[in-house]
Nanobody
Framework: QVQLVESGGGLVQAGGSLRLSCVAS????????MAWYRQTPGKARELVAT???????DYTDSVKGRFTISRDNAKNTVYLQMASLKPEDTAVYSC???????WGQGTQVTISS
């Protein structure tokens, strides 16, 4: 069973940056799409970004131009570079391997105004 472990969350001021990492416990298929989600209390989990095996990326409108998803298959790692952060970006961010309906435990990101 693959496990996903996120890191890199924290508290930053609005306008700041963070880079989240997600490491898979064993090598995932290079053919797997990977994704980042976020969730705030009382709201449904929101798909933030995806990266396909061919490198094509997609983002929810609210983060386009500010967030960048990338992957390093040799390190079994997916990243989410976040810039120009806003208070509304505050959430628990989780990475996902959609093919296996798998999510990590999440990492808290808090943006202060």
């Amino acid at each position: 069973q693959v496990q996903l472990v996120e890191s890199g969350g924290g508290l930053v001021q609005a306008g700041g940056s963070l880079r989240l990492s997600c490491v898979a416990s064993r090598r995932t298929s290079v053919m797997d799409t990977m994704a980042w989600y976020r969730q705030t209390p009382g709201k449904a989990r929101e798909l933030v970004a995806t990266i396909r095996p061919n490198g094509i990326t997609d983002y929810t409108d609210s983060v386009k131009g500010r967030f960048t998803i990338s992957r390093d298959n040799a390190k079994n790692t997916v990243y989410l570079q976040m810039a120009s952060l806003k208070p509304e970006d505050t959430a628990v961010y989780s990475c996902s391997l959609p093919r296996l309906l798998l999510w990590g435990q999440g990492t808290q990101v808090t943006i202060s105004s």
